[in-house]
């Protein structure tokens, strides 16, 4: 399909849906994507329903995704600083954690029901080449607006040959985009995320016409954004929750009022389902489904909940159920962003151990270990697995060839990687 087709596509469906700002486009992205390869909607179910049936009853290890932010930009004012891009990360973090302020705001009907994800994110230190990397790449294109370029919604960002960038290794880096998606001047969509979706009944590249990561407009990304975000009818409020939004999607939950009336549902059990996109504001005075959650029964809706389409002011929550699916996820289709991951690079974490000398002559002292059991795996430069092995204490290596290795340490808490150079 050519671009103005795809654009008049686009623009039909945003007619359709005039009244109600299209926050967030996944559902249409995908609804795009199974009519160019039937089968992909089922497929994304099918890896729902595995991800729900394999949710952790462990929510305490602590995960950190890796993220590389791809600012893409033709106007000045689209080329954010690395301010807002740090802002924003901080915002991922204090929201997968529930250490943001407004959680006082959430309403006691649902305080049973929400928590902490033990999710976070940090900014790639190692780039997929295994250099040292802030994690954030500038592209200076001369696309004005992604919209309906190289694929809807705005699928050209992230190929170098549309004027965009392609992806980072997508198996080990969240991938976030963040460009300009307007038309006529005005924001068409805030955000669009891929949902998983690594099933092996897929043909391998069909996936490739909704590449893997999230996409934000430039406006709606971060807190400290100088841009205003105006969608048509004046300023709206911008707290970086967008992005928390899509990355829920990224980690496979569903619009939380199901995408449908109050026949339709997310499939989680203790969200309460709401009517067609009826929250478009703070409104909580609205009960617009009947729901049975467990010992709670009928809840009203949910605004307070990253994945409803009310406004940032009122979202601060995931439900535990979210959250189990998330981890859930993590665990199986998107196990390579956490285990085994040299991009996962951390010096600060849940604990800490040493490796020196470093540099070294090829034989190192892994010292200083955590507890009793830890998990050492020692990666090349360009993330081949060397060496791996569970060590109780101290734990020297020897004949390291000379180059730059990833050394990470895991317990049940958390994985550390520390960079060692061998001359
Ligand atoms: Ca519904
Ligand atoms: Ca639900
Ligand atoms: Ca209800
Ligand atoms: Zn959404």
């Known amino acids: 399909m050519n671009r103005i087709l795809i654009l008049i596509a686009v623009f039909t469906s945003l007619n359709a849906a005039a009244q109600n700002v299209h926050k967030c486009y996944t559902h249409e992205a995908m609804l795009h994507q199974e009519e160019l390869t039937p089968g992909y909607l089922n497929s994304v179910e099918e890896s729902f329903q595995r991800a729900k049936t394999s949710v952790s009853t462990d929510r305490s290890t602590v995960y950190t995704i890796p993220v590389v932010v791809h600012i893409v930009y033709n106007d000045a004012s689209e080329n954010l600083?690395?301010?807002?891009?740090?802002?924003?990360?901080?915002?991922?973090?204090e929201s997968f954690r529930r250490t943001n302020a407004d959680t006082v705001n959430m309403r006691d009907d649902y305080t049973t029901i929400v928590g902490d994800s033990y999710i976070q994110f940090q900014l790639a230190q190692i780039d997929p080449s295994g250099q040292p990397t802030t994690g954030i790449t500038r592209t200076n294109t001369t696309q004005t607006s992604f919209l309906g370029v190289g694929g809807s919604p705005a699928e050209g960002v992230k190929s170098d040959a549309d004027g965009g960038i392609d992806p980072w290794d997508q198996s080990r880096y969240l991938n976030i985009w963040v460009c300009n998606m307007q038309l006529f001047s005005t924001p068409f969509l805030l955000g669009y995320a891929s949902p998983p979706n690594n099933l092996p009944n897929w043909p391998p590249g069909?996936?490739?016409?909704?590449?893997?990561?999230?996409?934000?407009?430039?406006?709606?990304?971060?807190?400290?954004n100088p841009n205003?975000?105006?969608?048509g009818g004046g300023p709206v409020d911008v707290e970086g929750k967008t992005c928390v939004h899509e990355v829920g999607h990224y980690l496979g939950l569903r619009h939380i009022w199901g995408d449908g009336d109050c026949t339709e549902e997310d499939g989680i059990d203790d969200t309460p389902n709401a009517d067609d996109q009826s929250n478009q504001d703070c409104d909580t005075t609205k009960n617009t489904c009947t729901d049975n959650i467990t010992t709670l029964g009928d809840l009203p809706d949910m605004v307070e909940n990253y994945m409803d389409y009310s406004a940032e002011t009122c979202q601060n929550s995931f439900t535990l159920g979210q959250v189990d699916l998330m981890r859930g996820v993590l665990e199986n289709e998107r196990i390579d962003l956490i285990s085994g991951n040299p991009a996962s690079i951390s010096d600060v974490g849940e604990f800490e151990f040493n490796v020196y000398p470093n540099p070294s002559n090829g034989t190192i002292v892994i010292g200083n270990i955590p507890n009793e059991s830890a998990y050492l795996r020692i990666f090349t430069e360009s993330g081949k697995l060397v060496k791996e092995m569970t060590i109780n204490s101290q734990q020297k290596i020897e004949g390291l060839p000379s180059g730059l290795y990833f050394v990470q340490l895991s317990n049940e808490a958390a994985t550390i990687t520390k960079k060692l150079v061998v001359l």
Do not use: R
């Open 81 to 93: 600083d690395d301010s807002v891009v740090f802002n924003q990360i901080d915002i991922l973090n």
């Open 206 to 224: 069909s996936a490739d016409n909704l590449s893997d990561g999230v996409v934000i407009e430039f406006e709606a990304f971060g807190s400290n």
């Open 228 to 231: 205003t975000l105006d969608l």
